[in-house]
C-alpha cells in the first residue's frame, strides 16, 4: 500500500530582521523547522484515472507528491521563441493527435496554436501545456500548482475538460492544488488532504449546473468574438446573432444566415446556415458550443427550418461526425455553382478551403423554450 512517511527538516537562518520581527510579534526563533506527514494513500488499491493533493500553501502539497510520485511531478517542458506552439510537441506526434489534445482541453483558439509559446496568455498557456504533458509524458501526469496562474472561472472550465480527456483516453492524472474550488469540477477519483492527513474514495459525481442564458444580440457583438475565429474576422452583415451568457458574461456566439434556395432551386424546406460560431476561449472545453448550436438548431426545427452548419475546425468536424443529432451530408448542400462549391470524399470544399456540411437531425424544442429564443424570428416570410 503506497504510503507517507517524510520528515523535512530546515534550519532558521538567524540576522537582525530575524531577531526585530521575531520580538515585533513574540515569535520565539527556532533554530530548526520540522515537518513531519505520515499517512496511508492507498490510490492504486482500486482503478483510477484523476486524483487530486489538496491543502493550503505551505501545508506540504508538493513535498508529498514528489515522495509519492518522484519524477513525474512537473516534468519541465522547454518551449521555443521563435516556433509556434504545435512544431514543439514532440515530433512523432501527428497534427490530429496535437489538435485533439488541445481542443479537449480547452484550447480550441486556432490562431494561438499558431503562436509561439511566449506570447500566449496565462489561460493558453495552462491549457497548451496540460495538452503536451497528456501527450508527450509517461502516467501518472503530476501536474503541481494545478490551476494557480488561472482566474477560478478559467480554472473550474479547465479542470471539467482535463479530467473529460483523462478518462476518455484511460490516462493517469494527479492535481496538485491548493484551490478547493476546482474538486467538483475535476471530480478526483481519489482525494488526499495533505493538511488534515486523511485519503478519501470519491464516485464520479455530475459536475455543478451553469447558469447559462442564450438571446439575440444585435450584430455588433461579433466584434468581442472575432478575433478568435479560426478563418475571418468578417461575418455578413445580414448575419442574425445570438450569444450565449455564463452567469450573465458572453461566452459564446453564433450568427446565422437565412438561404432559401439550393443549387438554384426554392426548397420546400428554407435553411438556415450556421456562419460564424465562436466560444471566447476562457470558456472553452465545457460544451458551450453544443449548448449553443444544439439549442439553435432545435428551436429553427420546430419552426420548420432545417438546420446545417459548414466546419472546417478539423476537431468540430471529428465531433459532430460522433454527434447523435447530427448528420453529415454529402451532396451539394445549399451553395450554388456561384460558390465554387464542389465535392470531395471528406465532404464539400469552397473557394480552396476543406469543409464539411452537417444537418440538426435531433428532436425539435418545445413551443416556450423556441419562443424564448428565436422571438419572431421564423414567424414571418423572408
Not at 111 to 127: A, D, I
Not at 138 to 150: C, G, L, Q
Not at 303 to 320: E, K, S
Request: aromatic share 12%; net charge positive; glycine share 6%.
Amino acid at each position: 500500500m503506497p504510503g507517507v512517511d517524510l520528515v523535512v527538516e530546515t534550519k532558521t537562518p538567524v540576522s537582525a530582521r530575524v531577531r526585530q520581527v521575531s520580538g515585533m510579534f513574540d515569535a520565539p526563533v527556532q533554530k530548526r523547522l520540522r515537518h513531519h506527514w505520515q499517512f496511508d494513500v492507498p490510490y492504486d488499491d482500486e482503478p483510477w484515472n484523476v486524483g487530486l493533493i489538496v491543502g493550503p500553501s505551505g501545508s506540504g502539497k508538493t513535498s508529498v507528491a514528489r515522495k509519492l510520485f518522484g519524477e513525474h511531478v512537473d516534468v519541465e517542458l522547454k518551449w521555443s521563441d521563435r516556433k509556434s506552439i504545435l512544431d514543439d510537441f514532440a515530433k512523432n506526434l501527428s497534427i490530429k493527435e496535437i489538435t485533439n489534445a488541445c481542443s479537449a482541453v480547452g484550447f480550441n483558439t486556432i490562431p494561438s496554436w499558431m503562436k509561439p509559446y511566449r506570447v500566449l496568455s496565462n489561460g493558453e498557456r495552462f491549457r497548451v501545456s496540460l495538452a503536451r504533458r497528456l501527450l508527450e509524458c509517461a502516467d501518472p501526469v503530476v501536474v503541481d500548482e494545478f490551476t494557480s496562474i488561472v482566474d477560478r472561472q478559467v480554472a473550474k472550465i479547465a479542470a471539467h475538460a482535463v479530467q473529460k480527456f483523462v478518462r476518455r483516453s484511460n490516462r493517469k492524472f494527479v492535481a496538485v492544488s491548493c484551490h478547493y474550488d476546482v474538486i467538483d469540477w475535476l471530480q478526483p477519483d481519489w482525494l488526499l488532504r495533505v493538511d488534515e492527513g486523511t485519503f478519501e474514495r470519491r464516485l464520479l459525481q455530475r459536475r455543478p449546473a451553469l447558469d447559462c442564458e442564450i438571446a439575440r444580440v444585435d450584430h455588433s457583438a461579433w466584434r468581442l468574438f472575432a478575433p478568435y475565429h479560426y478563418m475571418t474576422a468578417e461575418l455578413n452583415k445580414a448575419a442574425l446573432c445570438w450569444c450565449l451568457f455564463l452567469d450573465g458574461q458572453p461566452a459564446a456566439f453564433s450568427g446565422l444566415l437565412f438561404r432559401p434556395i439550393s443549387q438554384g432551386i426554392l426548397r420546400q424546406t428554407p435553411i438556415f446556415g450556421l456562419s460564424r460560431t465562436v466560444t471566447l476561449p476562457d470558456f472553452q472545453g465545457i460544451g458551450l458550443y453544443w449548448a449553443l448550436n444544439d439549442t439553435l438548431a432545435a428551436a429553427f426545427r420546430y419552426r420548420g427550418f432545417r438546420y446545417r452548419q459548414y466546419p472546417a475546425h478539423p476537431a468540430l468536424v471529428w465531433a459532430l461526425q460522433r454527434s447523435p443529432v447530427w448528420k453529415q451530408s454529402r451532396g451539394y448542400g445549399q451553395f450554388t455553382a456561384r460558390a465554387t462549391a464542389r465535392p470531395t470524399k471528406h465532404g464539400l470544399a469552397f473557394g480552396g478551403r476543406m469543409n464539411a456540411v452537417f444537418e440538426y437531425c435531433g428532436p425539435p424544442a418545445d413551443e416556450k423554450m423556441t419562443q424564448t429564443i428565436l422571438g419572431d424570428v421564423g414567424k414571418v416570410q423572408f
